[in-house]
Structure formats: structure tokens, C-alpha cells
């Protein structure tokens, strides 16, 4: 059974991780708008990856014999100006989700529940990988904007179109 602050601050990160999910699907219809369509299913993907870990989060709730609350989700915004700006913001989201999760597993450590930070630490490594292929992403974007053509972008908008999880 979790304490009810505990309780409380998972089903906050189920919003987050929902609302990650929202402003992934944001940026995916954007770019598909702007004519990048491996940078939106990159988008769209790691939406559906935002989804499971919301649902990573309900189930442990369940488990723990607790209550999943559903709150309402905040907008999110839906103009971006350059694919550069796109990832930009999408590092900058996830540095914030690193930080919520960080402060849930100091949460954990203070309240003593050894259950929740073994179970927080599988998000630990993952916002790890995230921050990392986000930042991967970036540098390929910065490396072809020397490039004028635009032939640089298509190409990484083509590879990220080969994403399959
Ligand atoms: Fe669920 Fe991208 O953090």
C-alpha cells in the first residue's frame, strides 16, 4: 500500500507522462503539416511510448492496492518553427520529466518505500535513453544546418522515418 502523498505524486507523473504523450502527438501533426514525415512518426512513437509509461504507472498503483485519479490534461502548444526548434523543446520536456522523477524517487527514499524506488528505477535509466536519443537527434540537426539545400534534413527525416519502437 502506498501513503497517500505517495499515491498523490504518481498520479501526478501519470499526467505528466499523458501529457508527454499529448505534446508528442502535437509535434508529430506538426511536422507532418511541415512535410517531415520520419520526424512525425518519430514523434508519434515516442507518444505511444509516453503512453505506456503512464500505464506502467497505473498498474503499479494498482498493484499497490491504491487508486489511479485521472486529472485533466493541459494544453499544449502546436507551432514550432523549425524541426530544430521541435527537438529543442522536446530535450528541454524531457529534461523536466528527469527532474519529476528524480524528486519522486527522493520522495521514495524519504518516506522509506523501498517498493517504489526499486520500481522508479526502471524510469531513472529510461529518462536516461531518452534524453540521450533526443540529444542524438539534435546534433544530427545541427550538424547538416550549415547546409542549404535542405538535402542534409531529408535525409534525417528519412531515418527517422525507420523507427519501429
Ligand atoms: Fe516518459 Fe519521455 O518520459
Not at 540521450?132 to 539534435?138: F, K, N, P, Y
Request: glycine share 4%; hydrophobic share 40%.
Amino acid at each position: 500500500m502506498l501513503s497517500k502523498k505517495m499515491s498523490e505524486a504518481l498520479n501526478a507523473q501519470i499526467n505528466m507522462e499523458l501529457w508527454s504523450a499529448y505534446l508528442y502527438c502535437s509535434m508529430s501533426n506538426w511536422a507532418l503539416d511541415s512535410g517531415y514525415e520520419g520526424i512525425s512518426h518519430w514523434f508519434r512513437l515516442q507518444a505511444r511510448e509516453e503512453q505506456s509509461h503512464a500505464e506502467r504507472i497505473a498498474d503499479y498503483i494498482h498493484r499497490q492496492d491504491s487508486k489511479v485519479v485521472f486529472r485533466p490534461i493541459d494544453e499544449v502548444p502546436n507551432d514550432w518553427g523549425s524541426p530544430i526548434d521541435l527537438f529543442l523543446d522536446a530535450a528541454k520536456h524531457e529534461a523536466k520529466i528527469t527532474d519529476c522523477i528524480n524528486r519522486l524517487t527522493k520522495k521514495a527514499i524519504a518516506e522509506e518505500d523501498l517498493a517504489t524506488q526499486v520500481f522508479l528505477q526502471w524510469f531513472v535509466s529510461e529518462q536516461v535513453e531518452e534524453e540521450d536519443s533526443i540529444r542524438a537527434i539534435l546534433t544530427d540537426l545541427r550538424k547538416i544546418g550549415a547546409c542549404e539545400c535542405g538535402c542534409g534534413l531529408h535525409l534525417v527525416d528519412r531515418e527517422l522515418l525507420q523507427r519501429t519502437k
